[in-house]
């Protein structure tokens, strides 16, 4: 028997299902290294200059361990957010039907990763605010691990959400057209 | 919703059941249920031309308008 060949669409989705993965995993990794790191910084000090990926929090860690702990858990934070709005999305992908695809539980996806996202842009900015506070006290910057661009990425996915739901509306209107 | 279908009423008239009236109109049986118990959103004009052929009736008998 002939197997159906994939369309465009259904390839472009098993790829961004895998791709959603990777970076799933990828943020997971990366919180855990911060996490473990930490942990090892507390009872090693010099583990505090090469953080993750040659973050040097030494000085922060010097000037007050509690700013230290702070800036180390708004950074794991953001990155366990954004690995679990990676997660909505690997969900999001295995529950859409190409055959049916407006499915209020779809629609409802996607708002909660607009929440989600939205949530991660009033962490970022406390992580920001703090980054800012820590430059103006110490004079030292250890980087800026926040963006404020989640806040235009829920706006977008909000919008598309509200309208996979009207799309969700006229599906079950064509499906109960006799 | 305002409007009624009064298809059971009109089979119970010509005294045909649902199964005759899905083979006479080419509709699946669970589409026809929909109609009857005016779970339907829409109608075609197709179905309903095939329905009122195979029922010998007028648009009219089969839908209802009523004001709520």
Partial sequence: MKTKKPTRTE?????MRILAWVAFIGFMLEAGAILVSYGVSC???????????????????????????????????????????????????????????????VAQMLEKISYRLFAIW????????????????????HGDWASGESIFMAGLVFIISQVFKRGVEIQSENDLTV | ?????????????????????????????????ILKTGKAKAIRFSTLESI?????????????????
């Fill in chain 2, 52 to 68: 009122c052929k195979a029922l010998d009736c007028q648009p009219g008998d089969l839908l209802e308008y009523s004001r709520q």
């Fill in chain 1, 122 to 141: 009033l962490v970022a900015i406390a992580s920001s605010a703090h980054t800012a506070w820590l430059v103006k006290i110490t004079g030292e910057h």
């Fill in chain 2, 1 to 33: 919703m305002a409007i009624t279908v009064n298809l059971d009423v009109m089979m119970a008239k010509r005294k045909m059941s649902l199964n005759e009236l899905s083979e006479k109109v080419d509709l699946t049986l669970a589409n026809l249920s």
């Fill in chain 1, 43 to 105: 009872v090693n000090p010099e583990a505090a200059k090469n953080l993750y990926e040659g973050m040097d929090l030494y000085t922060l860690k010097q000037f007050s361990f509690a700013h230290y702990t702070l800036y180390v858990f708004l950074i794991f934070v953001l990155l366990i957010m954004k690995s679990f709005v990676w997660y909505l999305v690997i969900g999001t992908l295995s529950k859409i039907n190409l055959a049916n695809p407006f499915k209020m539980e």
């Fill in chain 1, 11 to 15: 390839l472009l989705l098993t790829v």
